[in-house]
């Protein structure tokens, strides 16, 4: 079966720009997460998605985040106005809430997002 | 405030020898504790993780232990294999509403395996 795919791969936006990421996860996953990875740091948080809700959104940095699921599965990350502090990797996992409290999470290969 | 702490930016091992790399949390509400290993420009993948009602969980040559007392764990790969150069993060996860494991992370161990 298919992995978690996330596209674009890369993505090159002026600073102001509204850029979208997606995100399609492993099927049958109703949990699907965000996590952004900035240069030498580890994956921060950003937003949780249980089915078509943002469970959590706490992660989300400010107001120009936003991201939406409305079918319960594919998922697009939205930034407006960009800055060049949004330069990162956007990742985006999923994983089953079938199993008890720690369902793995399936990681795509990563939006590269820079803000020039 | 790092929540996940991996001390160690880089390690270096021999083909063959053992690698131990370690992780320190400081939140004890965590209760499930992942390795994942990174290659340059994939996403993370998964390794092996464990239950913090365990303290030993073994998958091949990956074995990760937990010292819940101390706040600690460490991934041992034996015998490491030059493929298994990456970076290895340490993520430990609690339990939150509505089924929300959301991962809080190290910054990762560069592990370097050579011939």
């Known amino acids: 079966g298919a992995g978690v795919s996330q596209t674009p791969s890369n993505k090159v936006t002026e600073k102001g720009k509204y850029v979208e990421l997606r995100c399609d996860p492993i099927?049958?996953?109703?949990?699907l997460y965000w996590y952004r990875q900035s240069l030498g740091q580890g994956p921060e948080f950003l937003i949780y998605f249980q089915g078509t809700g943002a469970a959590d959104d706490s992660g989300l940095p400010n107001d120009r985040f936003f991201a939406v699921r409305p079918e319960g599965s594919v998922s697009t990350l939205k930034i407006q106005r960009t800055e060049r502090g949004d330069s990162a990797v956007y990742l985006c996992?999923?994983?089953?809430?079938?199993?008890?409290?720690?369902?793995?999470?399936?990681f795509g290969p990563g939006t590269r997002l820079t803000v020039l | 405030d790092q929540q996940v702490k991996q001390n160690s930016p880089s390690l270096s091992v021999q083909e063959g020898r053992i690698s131990i790399l370690n992780c320190d949390y400081t939140?004890?509400?965590?209760?499930?504790f992942l390795w994942y290993k990174k290659y340059p420009a994939e996403g993370p993948t998964f390794l092996i993780s464990i239950s913090s009602i365990k303290d030993k969980n073994e998958d091949g040559r990956f074995t990760v232990f937990l010292n819940k007392s101390a706040k600690h764990l460490s991934l041992h790969i034996v015998p490491s294999q030059p493929g298994d150069s990456a970076v290895y993060f340490c993520?430990?996860?609690?339990?939150?509403?509505?089924?929300?494991?959301?991962?809080?992370w190290g910054l990762g161990t560069s592990l370097a395996v050579n011939p």
């Open positions: 939140n004890s509400m965590f209760d499930y």
């Open positions: 996992a999923s994983s089953s809430t079938s199993g008890g409290g720690e369902n793995t999470q399936y």
């Open positions: 099927s049958g996953h109703t949990a």
């Open positions: 993520a430990a996860s609690r339990s939150y509403a509505g089924n929300n494991r959301k991962l809080i």
